[in-house]
């Protein structure tokens, strides 16, 4: 069984300019134990995803429709209570900045306790201080009894997020969801945090979504990319395969202008932007920034085509009758 399943998830904003659909039916799964990276620009739909899974859309931001399973129990239905239980518990998020994150005017120690505190109840003070402290160190943290009283101010970006992934992990999630969790941070400390995670997750065998833009991130991570666009989700694909043989164009387009994928490859951006939710064009949403798109493109969105069961595009090109027609 898969750890979680999302399915046709439509999540709308109702804002005072009307509707925006930020997702149009995104559907994905995770296994136990398993990496997946899901990759897009700005816009596209990645971290409203992870927001709906935690439902902390705010007061503005709505699941319409489709269906989120977690181990079986079906997140959509359950109440505001049941959701703050398994948020920081179950399911945990590292966000991007942790000076945002953590709250200013607690020492950092005190709030990976009181997140154990929080789903623990039958701790004691000291066992969810001594966890904090565990954690600390588990994270790569020296002198942690000591850091334990400091303010996070008073600690770097890189040991910041070091906290943000312990109060993350203080619970033994089954899914951490990390949303660009190292964008912020320098390439010497991000490449410390991603062997951390990637240890993390061989050593406890907890399931990571990794939320990022930087391909790089991605081919040192994952096990299973999928590429969203425009609030849907236009490729899943194994993590070799995807960078080997991208199919739909907004991947290749997003391979073709990594620098970091071939130092020795000419760039390519791809040209115009991410349409805004609201203001989608008709047919496929990649259209007009699609080297390749054809007239059918223009008017009808495609379907997702299938090879084998975890392969998927969205893309008229690998529909032989459309394309043919
Ligand atoms: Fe390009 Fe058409 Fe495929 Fe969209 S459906 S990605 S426009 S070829």
């Not at 910041?160 to 312990?166: L, Y």
């Not at 991570?221 to 043989?245: K, L, P």
């Amino acid at each position: 069984m898969n750890l979680l399943e999302v399915k046709d998830l439509h999540t709308h904003f109702h804002t005072d300019q009307g509707v925006v659909p930020a997702l149009n039916g995104v559907s994905f799964s995770i296994k136990k134990g398993e990496v997946l990276g899901i990759v897009g620009e700005s816009g596209c739909g990645k971290s409203v995803t992870s927001l709906s899974i935690l439902q902390l859309l705010g007061n503005k931001g709505k699941i319409e429709r489709g269906s989120i399973q977690f181990k079986g129990q079906e997140l959509t239905t359950f109440s505001k209570k049941q959701m703050r239980k398994i948020r920081g518990d179950e399911i945990s998020m590292i966000f991007q900045e942790p000076l945002t994150s953590l709250n200013p005017l607690i020492r950092v120690g005190k709030q990976i306790s009181e997140t154990v505190m929080l789903h623990r109840e039958y701790f004691s003070k000291k066992q969810a201080k001594d966890r904090a402290i565990q954690m600390m160190k588990t994270v790569g943290i020296p002198q942690a009894e000591e850091k334990y009283n400091h303010y996070p101010h008073q600690l770097s970006g890189g040991m910041r997020q070091r906290i943000m992934i312990a109060i993350a992990l203080a619970c033994d999630p089954e899914l951490l969801i990390a949303d660009e969790p190292t964008t912020a941070l320098d390439v010497t400390i991000q490449e410390q945090i991603l062997g951390l995670m990637k240890k993390i997750a061989r050593e406890t065998g907890t399931s990571i979504i990794f939320i990022t833009h930087d391909l790089g991130v991605v081919a040192e991570m994952v096990d299973r990319v999928i590429v969203m666009y425009s609030g849907q989700v236009v490729e899943e694909n194994d993590v070799i395969r995807f960078f080997e043989q991208p199919k739909h164009p907004y991947s290749q387009g997003l391979i073709n202008s990594t620098p970091a994928i071939d130092q020795e490859q000419k760039l390519e951006a791809i040209r115009g932007n991410v349409p805004a939710p609201a203001n989608k064009p008709a047919g496929c949403p990649f259209h007009p920034r699609c080297p390749v798109a054809m007239d059918v493109c223009k008017t009808t969105v495609p379907s997702d085509i299938y090879f084998g069961e975890q392969e998927m595009v969205n893309c008229w090109l690998y529909d032989e009758e459309a394309k043919t027609s």
